[in-house]
């Protein structure tokens, strides 16, 4: 095989990756910029651009060691980053990143296609084989050092001319379409490594108490004890509030809550587009604004400052992932199998409803005491839809049988999606019917609330976790909704909370509305941020 030079190398590599990697990057490029005139000039200036910084990139890093396992390892990830990016319209962000390194197996599996292994394959594994074979002509040190600081000087300075002299383009690239760049194959997913790595690794966590003057006042008549609170928290998965009927959705998609006495919130909005970003700062102290990654697992949440009461009895039952750090210093039970979870398919599909076996048990064990139980859903995880239901659950046909959204019609995407809605409504409405008998010794209550949404092919967008400032609403517009039973119906004037319902909230609210539910005293409680505080009734 004939030898190259590093450079040589790397400079075929670089335009290897600009041409075959960034089918995502260059179509939204053509989309925001028509192919005519002078963007015919500004688009192929972007391309050459690209190849210099990739160049730039892989000579900063490059020696006889190290230039082969840098480019082999790069085109294996790029690899499949191209394929979600061109798939499922994804970007490839720290919180992307983090969403999977917290995804199991089982979750996993469902991105497993024939099409992710083509492109695996032939943008993967074969040209990783070729370099791999390549004969490199090293020069001496000296003039490998020579021929190295000369290349990332010529790669610097074609990269400024090309800014300088499109410097009105590249001023509008650079600020007015600021998402382009999250579609830059493999110098995005190499930054969000970066900063993913920073955040995980900042050194030994010290978690800072929060509520530690959490406490609840239990009063009680001469001829009476103080009913304690019975409350269900369901965490939903991916359901996105124009898929509920009781939202106007054409659908019957909530047949059976519809017959419940429930307050729906049709206005209510996630933290963020991942399982990995919401559901820690949906429980956390800060809001939308204030939290971050490193914020939210050095701080106690929610859960913690019931517990501080020493009245509340706090249980996270998961059929998802994993609690994303929320249930570390509480009672924890995984139902993602069969070793757990009692209603699972022959394929290791773990049903929701399987959350609520055993329960009684648990009710009888903590008798007379608060409780709060955690209901983590597998809901409708996606891609594979059609997986999240049984059969008689398959209400709206046809659906799509494949996680390769993109091959099936909207309207089968649609259904698969919409079973899965179906499912939900029914598990909502067994925890209903789970709570019933208790309201007669507990104030009783459920309070469902989704993660994030979804996107269902809408311009040609799946799945989740797109940056929140660019995700569609899809992705943000979340399902939530209150059901409450027993005493604690003449605690709370539903009537008054139906009137401002519709008002626009947000999961920031959830902290300091569980707070209000179990009437916990404590300086972080705010009452303009507990959603029911102004239909609470005065004692």
């Given at each position: 095989m004939k030898k190259f030079s590093q450079l040589k190398l790397i400079f075929i590599s670089a335009i290897f990756f600009t041409l075959f990697f960034n089918f995502s990057f260059l179509k939204n490029i053509l989309n925001t910029y028509s192919f005519e005139g002078l963007n015919i000039v500004y688009i192929c200036s972007v391309a050459i651009l690209l190849i210099s910084a990739l160049i730039l990139l892989f000579t900063l890093?490059?020696?006889?060691?190290?230039?082969?396992?840098?480019?082999?390892?790069?085109?294996?990830?790029?690899?499949?980053?191209?394929?979600?990016?061109?798939?499922?319209?994804?970007?490839?962000?720290?919180?992307?990143?983090?969403?999977?390194?917290?995804?199991?197996?089982?979750?996993?599996?469902?991105?497993?296609?024939?099409?992710?292994?083509?492109?695996?394959?032939?943008?993967?594994l074969l040209p990783s084989y070729i370099v791999y074979k390549m004969k490199i002509d090293y020069k001496p040190l000296k003039k490998e050092l020579f021929s190295k600081l000369k290349t990332i000087f010529l790669s610097l300075i074609v990269i400024l001319i090309i800014i300088f002299s499109f410097s009105k383009f590249y001023t509008s690239f650079f600020r007015e379409h600021k998402p382009l760049r999250y579609h830059v194959n493999p110098i995005y997913w190499i930054y969000s490594i970066g900063k993913y790595m920073i955040a995980s690794n900042s050194g030994p966590i010290i978690v800072k108490t929060v509520g530690e003057d959490?406490?609840?006042?239990?009063?009680?008549?001469?001829?009476?004890?103080?009913?304690?609170?019975?409350?269900?928290?369901?965490?939903?998965?991916?359901?996105?509030?124009n898929r509920f009927s009781l939202n106007g959705y054409e659908k019957e998609t909530n047949p059976l809550l519809k017959k419940e006495e429930i307050i729906n919130f049709p206005n209510m909005y996630s933290c963020g587009t991942s399982t990995a970003e919401s559901v820690p700062c949906m429980f956390s102290i800060f809001d939308k604004a204030d939290y971050d990654y490193k914020k939210g697992i050095s701080t106690e949440n929610v859960l913690d400052v019931l517990t501080h009461t020493k009245y509340v009895n706090v249980l996270w039952r998961d059929n998802n992932s994993d609690s994303k750090g929320n249930a570390l210093r509480v009672d924890f039970e995984d139902f993602r199998t069969s070793k757990s979870n009692t209603i699972?398919?022959?394929?290791?599909?773990?049903?929701?409803?399987?959350?609520l076996v055993g329960l009684d048990e648990y009710i009888k064990k903590h008798k007379g005491e608060d409780i709060l139980i955690v209901l983590h859903q597998m809901g409708n995880h996606g891609p594979a839809y059609y997986k999240r239901y049984p059969k008689e659950f398959e209400k709206f046909t046809p659906i799509c049988?494949?996680?390769?959204?993109?091959?099936?019609?909207?309207?089968?995407?649609?259904?698969?999606?919409?079973?899965?809605?179906?499912?939900?409504?029914?598990?909502?409405?067994?925890?209903?019917?789970?709570?019933?008998?208790?309201?007669?010794?507990?104030?009783?209550?459920?309070?469902?609330?989704?993660?994030?949404?979804e996107s269902l092919g809408e311009n040609g967008i799946y799945l989740h976790g797109l940056p929140y400032f660019m995700a569609p609403d899809e992705?943000?517009?979340?399902?939530?909704?209150?059901?409450?039973?027993?005493?604690?119906?003449?605690?709370?004037?539903?009537?008054?909370?139906?009137?401002?319902?519709?008002?626009?909230?947000s999961q920031d609210n959830l902290f300091h509305t569980l707070l209000g539910l179990f009437e916990v005293e404590t300086k972080v409680y705010k009452k303009e941020m507990d959603i029911l505080f102004d239909a609470r009734k005065p004692e």
């Open positions: 890093f490059s020696s006889r060691y190290t230039t082969k396992p840098i480019l082999i390892i790069t085109l294996i990830i790029s690899s499949f980053t191209a394929y979600f990016m061109d798939t499922y319209h994804v970007v490839i962000d720290d919180g992307m990143i983090r969403n999977s390194m917290q995804t199991n197996l089982s979750e996993s599996s469902d991105l497993f296609s024939l099409k992710l292994v083509i492109y695996v394959c032939l943008l993967g959490a406490k609840i006042q239990k009063e009680a008549s001469d001829n009476e004890v103080e009913k304690t609170e019975l409350i269900i928290m369901v965490v939903g998965e991916a359901a996105r509030a699972c398919e022959e394929d290791g599909e773990c049903r929701d409803e399987g959350m049988k494949t996680n390769q959204l993109e091959q099936c019609t909207q309207e089968e995407v649609s259904n698969a999606y919409d079973n899965a809605i179906l499912y939900t409504d029914y598990f909502l409405s067994k925890v209903i019917n789970f709570l019933k008998p208790y309201s007669n010794d507990y104030e009783t209550a459920m309070l469902y609330m989704s993660d994030h949404g992705q943000k517009h979340i399902g939530a909704l209150l059901w409450v039973g027993g005493e604690m119906k003449e605690d709370i004037d539903l009537a008054k909370l139906s009137t401002y319902k519709d008002k626009e909230f």
